[in-house]
């Protein structure tokens, strides 16, 4: 009996034990193929070999119509391996291969890269001279694909070629300012490039591969150990051709004005896009060295100053939709104004006392006229009504470095600011601002979100990162009829007609023209004019918005010097676009009493 216990015992035991050492396998089975797999198999990886990163291709950036504004291409820099060059080796050319000298060679690799013989036989001398049994020599960097089939064609054992990702621009400045540039390392420095590169960026894998003692690759060793990802495709809603014609109008137009710098922008009403983002100078990504650093900006988002008469129909909305004005509302008006001590209101120029409508006003672009209804108005609504235009705001484009102007609260306003508000001084603006304000007064008051981009599309196709459509009420719908209707007087050609002989045969076009003088930085303003005309067309179904500025012109110094060009890219946008003419009459508000 007691024998038989202790058999069992010793049984149960040697049971017990070798559960338990199967037991032990097995999680360290589970830790090795499932818990630290992916860890593990890295590090055999590298102890069989080299390890490889495996680059992710960065994102297009495109136009709305797929038109291709930047793009990643792989360049190669080519290294060679001195130690295997000291005796003939194999060299095939034309498909015929012989052995060779590395002189003979060098005069082939130059032949091909444009560099001479000696560029190749030097750094290898001077590696060899150091060790001889040097396994590093640069050659050549950034080659294009051509360059480097040919040069592999050559089949030089000793000569290896390394890739990595260029960005490149084939329209060069065509819209080079919003795109912004990457510096010599691959990071995004400005413009769309910094600010969507969540969309644009791809994501790095890695691979391993085995080399065999005379430093070649062997083939089947390869292995992808985390696969890599390319970037989204950024799509703008740039339209390519009016683009391009924008900016080559600038660049006839600013010289011949004797102009420091010129802006188009084209804004489609409806929903808010910016179809054309256009400056001159425009910076050239691929060439950044050909233009002064400070045209590297994108000036609609990042130059601010103030608006000067271009803002006196956002005064005017909120008069109107208050029920302070209407657009036949009469005043006198002289060509100075002194209301109280301290304060000075001039117009452009003098004239005899005036009898204008609050339309005349607009169409002289009286700042007298203005200021005396403008401060009728409550300040502090006022203010509220210009914050809902978007005034001292960054628009919904969020754009990198983008500047919010300056309008302070009525609280901080001494008694020249709050005159001078109402006309366009005493504050600063953006220009994307501006399009964003003149939207809201064309899209029967309702301010939509200003964009630039469509979205991020992903390699199945899908579009993420859609902008808002979300849209908000400033004025009513009655108001911003009455104001298009009020600045149609602009371009009629009257006698007061502030921008004669713009009109555009067939259609209805509301515009609002403006001579900025810009503070001098010592407490005055410059002697020079920051002129400009944003329109609207047709009137009686407004479909596209234009602004034309032009900064301190010197043949022409008013807002005439920016008329032509109105007209000129007006007419190109309602044509690209095929709009209707107008079929609705003319408001025909007065501009005298």
Not at 407 to 422: C, G, I, K, M, V
Request: charge should be negative; aromatic fraction near 6%.
């Amino acid at each position: 009996m007691t024998s038989a216990k202790s058999h069992r015992r010793r049984t149960v035991v040697a049971v017990v034990a070798v559960l338990a050492i199967v037991v032990v396998f097995v999680v360290r089975l589970v830790d090795v193929q499932v818990v630290r797999a992916d860890a593990l198999d890295r590090q055999a990886a590298e102890n069989r070999g080299n390890v490889q990163e495996i680059q992710g291709t960065r994102g297009s950036i495109v136009t709305t119509d797929g038109t291709v504004l930047a793009r990643s291409v792989l360049r190669y820099d080519f290294i060679a391996t001195p130690k295997f060059t000291t005796t003939k080796f194999d060299m095939t050319v034309d498909g015929k291969t012989s052995k060779v000298t590395l002189d003979q060679a060098a005069a082939s690799i130059a032949a091909i890269t444009g560099q001479q013989p000696s560029d190749i036989t030097g750094p290898i001398a001077s590696a060899l001279a150091k060790n001889k049994e040097s396994m590093y020599a640069p050659i050549v960097k950034n080659v294009d694909a051509a360059t480097y089939q040919k040069l592999q064609a050559l089949n030089l054992d000793w000569l290896n070629a390394t890739s990595h990702q260029t960005r490149v621009y084939p329209n060069g400045a065509v819209a080079g300012n919003i795109l912004g540039f990457l510096n010599g390392e691959g990071v995004p420095q400005a413009g769309l490039e910094d600010g969507e590169n969540t969309c644009l960026a791809g994501r790095n894998g890695e691979e391993t591969y085995q080399v065999g003692a005379d430093g070649v690759t062997i083939p089947g060793s390869t292995k992808v150990q985390k696969a890599a990802k390319n970037g989204g495709e950024l799509v703008t809603t740039i339209d390519p051709d009016l683009q391009w014609f924008a900016q080559d109008q600038l660049a006839q137009v600013v010289p011949e004005l004797g102009a420091q710098f010129g802006m188009v922008s084209v804004v489609s009403i409806k929903d808010a896009k910016i179809r054309v983002a256009a400056q001159y100078p425009s910076a050239d990504p691929n060439n950044l060295d050909a233009t002064p650093v400070q045209y590297w900006n994108a000036m609609m988002f990042q130059n601010q100053y103030e608006p000067g008469s271009i803002f006196k129909p956002l005064t005017a909305a909120a008069l109107m939709d208050t029920g302070k004005a209407t657009p036949d509302s009469h005043l006198v008006v002289p060509d100075t104004l002194t209301p109280q001590k301290g304060v000075y209101v001039a117009d452009n120029e003098y004239h005899p006392v005036q009898h204008l409508t609050l339309t005349g006003v607009l169409t002289e672009s009286s700042n007298v006229g203005m200021s005396e209804l403008g401060t009728s108005m409550d300040d502090q609504q006022r203010y509220e009504f210009m914050k809902k235009f978007g005034i001292g705001s960054k628009t919904a484009v969020n754009f990198p470095g983008e500047l919010s102007g300056e309008f302070t609260n009525p609280s901080t306003w001494d008694a020249q600011t709050r005159y001078a508000t109402t006309f366009g001084q005493g504050l600063s603006t953006t220009q994307a601002q501006m399009l964003s304000a003149y939207q809201a007064l064309a899209n029967g008051g309702v301010r939509l979100p200003l964009t630039l981009i469509d979205g991020c599309k992903q390699a199945d196709g899908t579009m993420t990162d859609v902008p808002s459509t979300k849209g908000e009420r400033v004025v009513s719908a009655k108001t911003s009829q009455q104001i298009l209707g009020m600045l149609e007087n602009v371009l009629k050609g009257g006698p007061i007609s502030t921008l004669p002989d713009t009109e555009i045969p067939g259609y209805l076009v509301a515009a609002k023209t403006g001579t900025a003088q810009e503070p001098d930085g010592n407490g005055g303003y410059q002697k020079s004019y920051y002129v400009s005309v944003m329109g609207v067309a047709p009137v009686d179904d407004p479909q596209y918005l234009v602004s034309v500025n032009i900064g301190f012109p010197t043949t022409i110094t008013s807002s005439l010097a920016a008329g032509p060009l109105f007209k000129t890219m007006m007419s190109q946008v309602l044509k690209a676009f095929r709009v209707q003419p107008s079929t609705a009459p003319a408001a025909n508000y007065p501009d005298t009493y």
